[in-house]
């Protein structure tokens, strides 16, 4: 049965919260002792985050957009699935390069968010 006071629930999600501590210790002890392997974990993670960011882009471009707008957001998602499928096979070389990729993907946005903006300017509200 579900805890309905307020001191049980207090109680289970403090238990809860020194479960969270104890493994965020473990994990942070772990990646002390294997930094390369702490480093692949993250481009993993990080991967993985690209990819669905760029699914995001990808399903939002084709409801919220028509046009030419649809266009380059199309293509802002493709390059965050790129990037993050780079990242998610290449986990070693991805630790090397990612400062460097995201960098690349941030400019590239960017440009092409400026680049929209800019045939779009005329429009209200575009600014």
């Known amino acids: 049965m579900a805890a309905t006071t307020p001191a049980a629930l ?4 403090s238990k809860w919260g020194i479960v969270w501590g104890v493994l ?4 942070g002890m772990l990646a002390i002792a294997e930094p390369l392997l702490a480093a692949i974990a993250l481009a993993t993670f990080i991967a993985w985050l690209l990819i669905f ?10 409801q919220a957009h028509s046009g030419t ?16 499928g780079y990242l998610l096979l290449r ?3 991805g630790v090397a390069t990612l ?15 400026f680049m929209l903006w800019w045939k ?5 509200g575009a600014f």
């Open 10 to 13: 207090i109680k289970q999600a």
């Open 24 to 27: 965020l210790i473990l994990l």
């Open 53 to 62: 960011v760029g699914v995001v882009h990808v399903v939002v471009a084709f």
């Open 69 to 84: 707008s649809l266009g380059w957001k199309l293509l802002v998602g493709l390059a965050y699935l790129f990037i993050g």
């Open 91 to 93: 986990p070693i070389v």
């Open 99 to 113: 400062t460097l990729m995201l960098a690349f993907l941030f400019m590239f946005e960017g440009v092409l968010d």
């Open 120 to 124: 779009l300017r005329r429009t209200d």
